[in-house]
């Protein structure tokens, strides 16, 4: 268990002020004493130096000792107590987990490549923990493959078929050479992402409907709430070919800006147009929206994104962390009443 503490500058405080109080009352019974050792004084100690009454002295010291001892060490628990000592509350820790998009571009220009990138997608995926997943084809329209969930088994499932099915028409010649069976498998699978004539890879639509899986997302404005917001992400990956569509890539992005959504680009386009200037424009506005651009041409594009996204992660657990912080007085207070229980058993029994 993480013990943290709410108030530590209260204990510290309280331990100053305590300190202060037992070095002043040690000063001034220190006064005393040397103030009465110049006046004689008169008693019956020697007539009640009996062995009875020596005993009794001896107690009446050690219990006098011990009531101090646990005095102090119950002013010491109470300052404890002061401090708030906290834990993390793990149910609210794991209910802020991010919630992940992938957003994959199902083109005719894009097919050569799909596969390749639900390949990426599926190492993306293994490296996630308590993550919820969602996966949405587009082209001139979109459909959701499988919807946000943390059912790794399901989703690493769901984008192996898919990667299949797309690895198998990657070429021509594998097309030439496809069974019926397998072209109706890949029939089905992006049925429902070209419902609308003459229209092809429309970027900004596809993105914006990948954003409406998300909790809180409506068309024109957020209504995520402020503890939904920046927990969010979706992965848009397309060779940026694009049709003309209802939203251009910049608007659909600034509509998941201001949902709190961050969208990072993985290009996966040819090679050879990595330098052209839509898809220089492409990676600007991406960037510009607080989101991170890869190639799949380049080194490690989703070692760099894992990383991308777990420092988000990373950022937004430190947050929770912070908003999850719950007293945990248990066994303090515990403490702190059995040894109240026990002064004032010693304070009876010194009385009596």
Known sequence: ???????????????????VLIVVWLLVSSR???????IPVFG????????????????????????????????????????????????DERASNRDIVLCLDVSPSMLSYDHEVLASYQRLVSNFKGERIGLSLFNSTSR???PLTDDYQLVS???????????SISSQDKIDKTDPRTLQKFSD??????????????IGDGLV????????????????????????????????????????LSSALDL????GIVVDGLYAGPASNENDASTIEMQHDITSHGGSYFSVHSGKPIENLVQTIEKRKNRDEQKVRKAALVDAPGWWTLALALLVTLWIGLAWRLKR
């Open 1 to 19: 268990m993480n013990l943290e503490w709410h108030w530590p500058w209260a204990g510290v405080i309280g331990l100053a002020l305590s300190i």
């Open 32 to 38: 005393r004493r040397r103030n009465s050792a110049q």
């Open 44 to 91: 019956l100690d020697e007539d009640l130096n009996t062995e009875v009454v020596s005993e009794l002295f001896r107690q009446w010291r050690v219990l006098g000792r011990t009531a101090t001892v646990v005095l102090v060490i119950a002013l010491l628990l109470s300052l404890v107590t002061v401090s708030r000592p906290s834990t993390v509350d793990e149910a």
């Open 144 to 146: 959701t493959l499988f």
């Open 157 to 167: 499932g769901q984008l192996k078929n898919a990667s299949d099915i797309l690895a």
């Open 189 to 202: 699978l992006i049925d429902g992402t070209q419902n609308r004539k003459d229209q092809t890879s429309l």
């Open 209 to 248: 409907s990948c954003a409406a899986m998300l909790p809180g997302f409506t068309y024109g404005k957020s209504n995520r709430s402020a503890a939904e917001a920046d927990k969010a992400s979706i992965v848009l990956a397309t060779d940026n070919f694009s049709g003309k569509s209802t939203y251009t």
């Open 256 to 259: 998941t800006q201001k949902a």
